[in-house]
């Protein structure tokens, strides 16, 4: 045999590891990004607020070893969306890091709403009414929502629900597979903004109906028998799974870790949330790491789990 076959200078090298990522947090004043800092603390990101945009690289370089979550907005001293955009890109190619770019925002009437419970003034107009503030804001960093990576909108959102979405796209474990968050909603509440996939399954047949049907929720039994008796449902649930199927190990692909599929009806409260809990178990079967709520259940209290479901998030 030859002896170099088994020699250490003919073993594979091992790659090296992956740079420890950078998340730059920017966004709307109000819509959360010290709320977003703090998530991003928690999952083990060396966290920095309010940093000088010509510091940036030079921290970057200086924590080399580490995972870093910065937040730079419109108070910080030499900002503007062009510089930001700007610096990324240079810190991009000087340290061969991912960096990738975290706006958060939320409507006019949620951010007005916040400022108003809060008694305090917006930072770009202290001497002004507040929605003056967030409309020059708006104008100001639409550039870099146009540009972000990840756009968090946080009209409808918990802190439950930011904390949730974001370990969804910035986790630091390596795990090879994508993240599927499944949600049931009310189309008379809106569609949920943070969903990348909505279908409606107001055609089937509405236990809301059935006197005895109407006080449950699609967690229990009897409304899942009665929406299986439609004779639609066959067919709709095979098709559904058959356009998801291709389409999810694609999403990984791309390097897309968070996926949220949406599935509404009237109320929220029946045929969605069978839907949702049996679209959560069917993605669980294909490798997928899955959670599922059911928004109008959860606001209202009622929110007990299907059996099938274990919980909120598994593998």
């Not at 951010?111 to 809060?118: A, D, G, S, V």
């Not at 929502?145 to 968090?152: F, M, S, Y």
Request: with cysteine.
């Amino acid at each position: 045999m030859n002896g170099l076959a088994d020699s250490p200078q003919s073993q594979p090298l091992a790659p090296p590891p992956a740079a420890p990522p950078v998340v730059v947090i920017t966004g709307q004043s109000g819509a959360g990004l010290s709320t977003a800092l703090k998530a991003l603390e928690d999952l083990g990101y060396e966290a920095v607020d309010n940093l000088r945009l010509s510091l940036l690289t030079h921290l970057v370089e200086q924590a080399s070893d580490r995972p870093l979550a910065i937040g730079i907005d419109s108070r910080t001293r030499d900002f503007s969306a062009d510089a930001v955009l700007g610096e990324l890109d240079r810190l991009r190619h000087a340290t061969g890091r991912a960096v990738s770019l975290l706006f958060m925002e939320a409507s006019d009437e949620a951010l007005q709403r916040r400022y108003t419970e809060t008694r305090r003034p917006h930072p770009l107009a202290t001497d002004r009414p507040v929605p003056d503030g967030i409309a020059r804001e708006r104008t100001l960093l639409w550039p870099l929502r146009d540009n972000a990576d990840v756009v968090v909108d946080t009209t409808q959102l918990s802190i439950h629900d930011v904390r949730r979405l974001l370990g969804g796209h910035f986790r630091l474990d390596t795990a090879p597979s994508l993240h599927v968050f499944v949600t049931s909603f009310s189309f008379r509440h809106g569609v949920p903004r943070e969903a990348d996939l909505v279908f409606d399954v107001r055609f089937l047949d509405n236990p809301h109906w059935v006197p005895d049907l109407r006080p449950l929720t699609g967690n229990d039994a009897p409304v899942g028998a009665f929406i299986e008796k439609d004779g639609d449902f066959p067919a709709f649930f095979e098709n559904l799974t058959r356009l998801l199927a291709p389409l999810l190990p694609r999403y990984m692909s791309e390097g897309k870790r968070y996926l949220t599929i949406a599935v509404g009806c009237t109320g929220g409260r029946h045929r969605s949330v069978f839907v949702a809990n049996r679209l959560a178990a069917w993605l669980q079967t294909q490798g997928s790491r899955v959670g599922v709520a059911h928004r109008e259940l959860d606001r209202s209290g009622v929110s007990p789990e299907p059996a099938h479901v274990v919980n909120r998030e598994t593998r």
